[in-house]
């Protein structure tokens, strides 16, 4: 079976763009969630989605949004970048997402730097 | 407060010991999950091991298993017989019961552990 999948790995953007993510979960897998890695604060989440809706959001400011496909599939954008957007995106695939007990399956991210 | 504290921001330990990562963690809701994942410098987040609030016994999975003491709100990770492969940072993180299902993930600022021969 395979992974979590997200492209691209690596992007370089600057001050004032927009960017788009995507992430592919694993198959038969309905939820997907976000995660901002950064060196100072750390993992953070960012939001969930299941079955083409939003069910739950961390807390970033509104340049921050996503979606989700009819097939799972998952993408972020992040408009007007700035410099402290600079971080490891991580996407995180389950079943359905909504128990406790459920484990988040990740890919390897996409590296977005910006300039 | 932080919600989840992991204490040891670094640890150097020899091949073929046994490691303790330590992880506290703060919530009043009384069904929680704590999980533990470990980031390779490739990036990816692995999944390692999971222990349920209501859980009676400490999980085990392979060579790793959580100390669990719910008293002291503590869910420690330990690896039996280190390997090299093993080198790299380890997160503890907690997901917690909302109104409508279960929140994110709420990690640590992780534990990076370097295993030496």
């Known amino acids: 079976k395979a992974g979590v999948t997200q492209t691209p790995r690596y992007l370089i953007k600057t001050r004032g763009q927009q960017v788009t993510l995507s992430c592919s979960p694993i198959?038969?897998?309905?939820?997907v969630s976000w995660y901002q890695q950064t060196p100072g604060q750390g993992l953070q989440f960012l939001f969930e989605?299941?079955?083409?809706?939003?069910?739950n959001k961390g807390n970033f400011p509104g340049r921050f949004s996503g979606r989700q496909f009819s097939n799972s599939r998952s993408e972020m954008n992040v408009s007007t970048l700035e410099l402290g957007d600079s971080a490891l995106y991580l996407c995180?695939?389950?079943?359905?997402?909504?128990?406790?007990?459920?484990?988040?399956?990740f890919g390897s991210g996409t590296q977005l730097s910006v300039l | 407060a932080q919600k989840i504290t992991q204490t040891q921001p670094g640890m150097f330990v020899q091949e073929k010991e046994a490691v303790t990562l330590d992880c506290t963690y703060d919530?009043?809701?009384?069904?929680?999950?704590l999980f533990w994942y470990k980031q390779p410098s490739s990036g990816e987040m692995i999944f390692l091991i999971y222990?349920?609030?209501?859980?009676?016994q400490n999980a085990t999975e392979g060579r790793y298993s959580l100390n669990f003491q719910k008293a002291r709100k503590s869910a420690n990770l330990v690896i039996s017989a280190s390997q090299l492969g093993d080198s790299a940072m380890y997160f503890c993180?907690?997901?917690?019961?909302?109104?409508?299902?279960?929140?994110?993930?709420?990690f640590g600022k992780g534990t990076h552990l370097i295993i030496q021969p």
């Open positions: 919530t009043s809701d009384p069904s929680y999950g």
């Open positions: 989605y299941f079955s083409e809706t939003q069910r």
């Open positions: 993180a907690m997901r917690e019961r909302t109104g409508g299902g279960a929140d994110g993930l709420t």
């Open positions: 995180a695939s389950s079943l359905a997402g909504g128990a406790t007990n459920e484990k988040l399956f």
């Open positions: 222990q349920g609030s209501y859980d009676q």
């Open positions: 198959s038969g897998h309905r939820s």
